[in-house]
């Protein structure tokens, strides 16, 4: 019996390569580079989209590209090195929820998990502010999305100062420097995560204000949608201006060489699922994943085994 009779007959890429037609601009424009002074609305447009692509050829190059990123997922899986953070934030009605099921639509549920933080509970204010999202961190060779995460902790505590006031930190840690404190936590706890095998990418999904409240009405009108909303929602929203403020501030100072920000583009979701698909497909493409190799008397084990089955009914 040859030797290479176990030689998987497939090669470790994709057989289903992402369109790249036209594609690699599709990431650079979003990319937040380490620098001060982002403004959010002069430098980013949410209702941007790629001049040359449909809403039709943008479908099918997602269906494509979603196939793909499953192949990924599963060389993520055997080699069983690196891990996947996606954190996603956003403002109300930017569409988080719908890029993670479309996105990660063809990904098997057993590599993948999804944690969704809402307010935290008393067992979790009984801990510091980045514990609750450290015991969801992703396996080795899994994808770890963060629907909301620790950001929040840099973004609701400041335009609402009432709720650090209920942090149950000591009176003398909430001072001016707070926040700065904040940003290099998270830029250091990012970059352990880095140090030992976790990518962490990061999508903030830029929602402008009009398309907002266009999405906002369809949850009232359609009966439905009338569970996504909720009166909070409207009064969230009249603090728009403070929110894009923090924001700006958390890019300045949390995107980083080892973990970036994107900001996407979200009043047109077929162009947001298929960026952010793009991006994560990028990201798992340069870690050069391949299955693992078995040593020679692994191989031998193998072939008798082989031959075993064969020799028997």
Same mark, same amino acid.
């Given at each position: 019996m040859p030797t290479n009779a176990l030689n998987h007959?497939?090669? +470790?890429? =994709?057989?289903?390569?992402?369109? /790249? !037609?036209q594609l690699d601009d599709l990431i650079s424009p979003f990319l937040v580079t =380490? #620098? =001060?002074g /982002?403004?959010?609305?002069? +430098?980013? +447009? =949410?209702s941007f989209k790629a001049s040359h692509l449909k809403k039709s050829k943008a479908k099918a190059q997602l269906k494509a590209g979603i196939k793909s990123l499953a192949k990924y997922q599963y060389l993520l899986y055997a080699q069983n090195t690196h891990s996947l953070l996606i954190i996603f934030q956003a403002m109300d009605a930017a569409g988080k929820d719908s890029t993670i099921k479309h996105v990660m639509s063809g990904i098997n549920p057993q590599g993948c998990q999804v944690y969704s933080f809402k307010a935290p509970s008393a067992t979790e204010l009984d801990h510091d502010y980045l514990w609750r999202c450290s015991k969801a961190l992703p396996e080795r060779g899994r994808i770890g999305i963060f629907n909301r995460s620790h950001y929040e902790e840099i973004l609701i505590t400041r335009v609402h100062p009432e709720v650090m006031e209920q942090r149950q930190l000591p009176p003398h840690l909430i001072d001016e420097q707070i926040w700065e404190r904040r940003f290099e936590e998270i830029n250091n706890f990012e970059k352990y995560l880095v140090n030992n095998g976790t990518i962490v990418l990061k999508f903030f999904l830029n929602v402008s204000k009009e398309e907002q409240k266009e999405r906002f009405l369809e949850r009232i009108d359609r009966p439905e949608k009338n569970w996504k909303f909720s009166i909070n929602d409207a009064k969230e #929203?009249? #603090?728009?201006d403070d929110y894009m403020t923090v924001y700006e501030d958390m890019f300045n100072h949390t995107s980083t060489e080892w973990a970036p920000w994107y900001i996407i583009p979200a009043d047109r979701k077929w162009f947001t699922r298929l960026v952010v698909a793009r991006i994560i497909y990028t990201k798992l !493409? !340069?870690?050069?994943?391949?299955?693992p190799k078995i040593s020679k008397e692994k191989h031998r084990e193998l072939l008798k085994a082989k031959a075993i089955l064969e020799s028997n009914e």
């Open positions: 007959s497939h090669t +470790d890429s =994709p057989s289903h390569p992402f369109p /790249i !037609e =380490p #620098r =001060p /982002i403004n959010l609305a002069k +430098d980013y +447009d =949410p #929203r009249a #603090r728009w !493409e !340069e870690l050069n994943l391949h299955y």
